[in-house]
């Protein structure tokens, strides 16, 4: 079946250890996105591609960068993780045209 | 900015109710809404896609509706179950792809 997948599910770190999460697709879809999401607050996007072009969202952190290498693939690196970055991080898709997201089953991070 | 709201923020009915999750949004120039489905820790499962150009859509116990120039659109779920407890967020895409959330609804079906 066609589908996004996150890896890993679950991610543990230490503080100011950098981490990458990674996100591949089967859909082949132009647009990937990452989303942050906290407990009980609905998700919050980081950034997204159409193709290789990168849209950074004004308020991201600059601790949080993306690479794109292919259609396929998508990492979101945290430079230095802080205990305010524990979240969920929920990757998407999305053809052009309609913009209806698909979404993986997320990554929960967790910093020590 | 696009500000996107969903009332109640958590909602419990007995198993069988009809029930009604609302959702409003500020600006009118959406290309489309959707509502998710998310269980505890789990990512975003699309339960239906309402087209700006669209009144309603409708999947199996699911109806949702699309009133854009009043900024609203409501999730009709028939004939509860528990297996539908969850939260449902609803999210709208602008202009430049811009995705707004709302903050969910947290539904519990009560056996």
């Known amino acids: 079946d066609a589908m996004v997948i996150q890896n890993p599910r679950y991610q543990v770190t230490q503080f100011g250890k950098p981490v990458t999460l990674s996100c591949s697709q089967t859909l082949n879809h132009n647009v990937m996105y990452w989303y942050q999401q906290k407990s009980s607050q609905a998700p919050k996007l980081l950034f997204h591609?159409?193709?290789?072009?990168?849209?950074n969202e004004a308020d991201t952190p600059d601790n949080f960068q993306s690479r794109r290498p292919n259609t396929s693939f998508c990492f979101l690196d945290i430079r230095s993780p802080g205990l305010g970055d524990a979240a969920m991080y929920l990757c998407?898709?999305?053809?052009?045209?309609?913009?209806?997201?698909?979404f993986g089953p997320g990554t929960r991070l967790t910093v020590l | 900015k696009q500000e996107v709201t969903q009332i109640p923020a958590a909602l419990s009915v007995p198993e069988g109710e009809n029930l009604v999750l609302n959702c409003s949004f500020t600006?009118?120039?959406?290309?489309?809404l959707q509502w998710f489905r998310q269980d505890p820790g789990k990512g975003l499962t699309s339960l239906l896609l309402i087209q700006s150009s669209q009144r309603e859509q409708t999947s199996g116990r699911l109806n949702a509706s699309l009133d854009k120039s009043s900024g609203r659109s409501t999730l009709y779920i028939a004939a509860s179950q528990p297996g539908d407890s969850a939260t449902y967020l609803c999210?709208?895409?602008?202009?430049?792809?811009?995705?707004?959330f709302g903050t969910g609804t947290s539904l519990t079906v009560i056996p």
């Open positions: 600006d009118s120039a959406i290309y489309n």
């Open positions: 999210a709208v895409t602008g202009p430049g792809n811009q995705f707004y």
């Open positions: 591609y159409y193709d290789k072009d990168f849209n």
């Open positions: 998407a898709t999305s053809p052009p045209g309609n913009w209806v997201q698909f």
